[in-house]
């Protein structure tokens, strides 16, 4: 199978107007479309990322009755959270064969407009849900060509600075298994490795989606107590963060105190001669996605060139 673009990353929130609050706000995210489809329990909007060349930021919400991401909502506690991640291909029916093939079993969603799956091997349970269409259409979260539709504006306060999003991290036993599986399953290309025994606790590597600007990492636990070990038995090989590059570190910094969000486990350093820097905001602070901010005084020192693997 092939995925040509990530159309955008969606999260799940209980009250759709408060995230989308927050994101304009906090983050800098320009709303550009907004929708109701009771008939498909779903509210949503759209949000443009700066700098992210075409992929965008959902958050969707129950609506009416019987909604499916009600149930979603009961079933991680009423907590939100990251949803999916919206990816096109060139043909749909046969990214069914080829995962059905593979012993996933896909979903459809309404009027067979696209199908949803988690792209993972199946024998390790759940992982990141993929939500997939084919060319000649746009709908994936319910905003179909009848639903209502209203652009807003980003906040007029400071903001995050973001200027790209940069990857989605996964979560998974096995850096090198879950890399090869994906390479053989839709053509993702490894970019980038630590060497096993650069972090105490983790490993992790980056591969490249084909014809997409968003990269995909892949962290591993590393001996005893490791963080990763704690997630993957409490969520399963799912997705751990999303990370955004800002322009200017002070100034995202600045509009953390702003908006009373505090960052953790921030890390700094130089390499080549440019400096770089790194940080994490709670899930609590974001709507329920653990988010990662990086800055880096030149381009490619906090992913460094040497670090990618020989051909």
């Known amino acids: 199978m092939q995925i040509y673009r990530i159309d955008h990353v969606a999260q799940v929130a209980p009250d759709l107007d408060a995230q989308v609050g927050r994101l304009e706000g906090l983050f800098g995210f320009r709303r550009v479309r907004s929708w109701s489809n009771p008939g ?10 700066p700098g992210s060349r075409g992929q965008a930021w959902e958050v969707v919400a129950p609506a009416g009755d019987g909604s499916a991401l009600r149930t979603w909502l009961d079933e991680h506690g009423g907590r939100p959270g990251l949803h999916h991640v919206g990816a096109e291909v060139p043909d749909l029916e046969a990214v069914r064969a080829e995962l059905e093939g593979r012993g996933i079993k896909p979903s459809d969603g309404p009027g067979g407009r696209w199908i949803e799956a988690s792209l993972s ?3 390790h349970g759940p992982g990141v849900l993929f939500r997939l269409r084919g060319p ?19 906040g007029a306060g400071p903001s995050l600075g973001i200027v790209a999003l940069d990857h989605v991290c996964q979560a998974f036993h096995d850096r090198d298994e879950l890399a090869r599986w994906y ?3 839709a053509g993702f290309v490894q970019v980038w490795r630590t060497p096993e025994d650069e972090h105490p606790d983790m490993a992790d590597l980056v591969l490249n989606i084909p014809g997409s600007a968003i990269c995909w990492e892949v ?22 963060h999303v990370t955004f590059e800002v322009a200017d570190w002070d100034a ?8 009373d969000t505090p960052t953790f486990d921030d890390e700094e350093g130089v390499t080549d001669g440019a400096a770089w820097k790194h940080t994490f905001i709670h899930p609590k602070h974001t709507g329920g996605v653990l988010v990662q901010l990086f800055w880096e005084e030149r381009p490619g020192v906090w992913v460094r060139s040497d670090k990618i693997p020989p051909s």
């Open 252 to 259: 995202a910094m600045a509009a953390c105190e702003r908006y």
């Open 136 to 154: 000649g259409g746009l709908d994936m979260c319910g905003d179909s060509a009848d639903a209502s539709t209203e652009a807003g504006e980003p």
């Open 121 to 123: 091997p199946p024998e």
């Open 40 to 49: 498909e329990g779903v509210r949503g909007a759209r949000l443009e990322i």
């Open 219 to 240: 962290i591993t636990s590393r001996g005893e107590d490791s963080f990763i070990d704690k997630f993957l038995e409490r969520s399963g090989p799912a997705a751990h």
């Open 183 to 185: 390479h053989d399953l």
